[in-house]
């Protein structure tokens, strides 16, 4: 069983929608949890951190289940900008794991 | 925000050859830095953790003769390929980790594409 997994989709989605992106996590003491965005042939950038009391950064809202290790992040009104790939990563004694990624395309 | 960059953005040589990567930390001083390598369509996977003045842990499956990485200060690290193989192509990534702020921040780099003929 992969560490962290996600639906690699790919998700197109017109401009506007909303979307949902789930992730699970094999190991019960992991410690922190992130959404990472690349884009194509780009290096990874911190999105959100998530934590279990749920976060939101204006169209960005992150939710951690710990007792489901399950982590989700939800995406409002898509613009064409957020069409790229979505990774979420874990961290275990400050080592951190990637998922394989969720791709979206936001399409106008 | 901090910064970190790689050098070169990206490389093709000829199989044989060894290949040297630096990364740096532009603004912060860092500690601990990471190699990831990412091939098409998957997640980054990491190579090997070092730590400034020893020696570099590697994960399982990475061999260390074959991907040398040095970390001679706290600004910057090398991983060298040594006699690339087609195989090796991929796409590598540094982050790095500083001495002050969360624990758990990691600055990436902005990645090298390595081609391998």
Known sequence: R?????DPGPFNVPEGATVAFNCTYSNSASQSFFWYRQDCRKEPKLLMSVYSSGNED???????????????LLIR??????????LCVV?????????????????P | GAVVSQHPSWVICKSGTSVKIECRS?????????????????????????NEGSKATYEQ??????????HASLTLSTLTVTSAHPEDSSFYICSARGTSGAE???YFGPGTRLLVL
Request: aromatic share 12%; hydrophobic share 35%.
């Open chain 2, 104 to 106: 758990e921040t990691q």
């Open chain 1, 77 to 86: 009104d898509s613009k064409l900008s957020d069409s790229a790939t979505y």
């Open chain 1, 91 to 107: 961290n275990l004694r400050r080592q951190l794991t990637f998922g394989s990624g969720t791709q979206l395309t936001v399409l």
């Open chain 1, 58 to 72: 204006g169209r960005f809202t992150a939710q951690l289940n710990r007792a489901s290790q399950y982590i989700s």
């Open chain 2, 26 to 50: 532009l603004d912060f001083q860092a500690t601990t830095m990471f190699w990831y390598r990412q091939f098409p369509k998957q997640s980054l996977m990491l190579m090997a953790t070092s």
């Open chain 1, 2 to 6: 992969k560490e962290v997994e996600q």
């Open chain 2, 61 to 70: 499956g990475v061999e260390k003769d074959k991907f040398l990485i040095n």
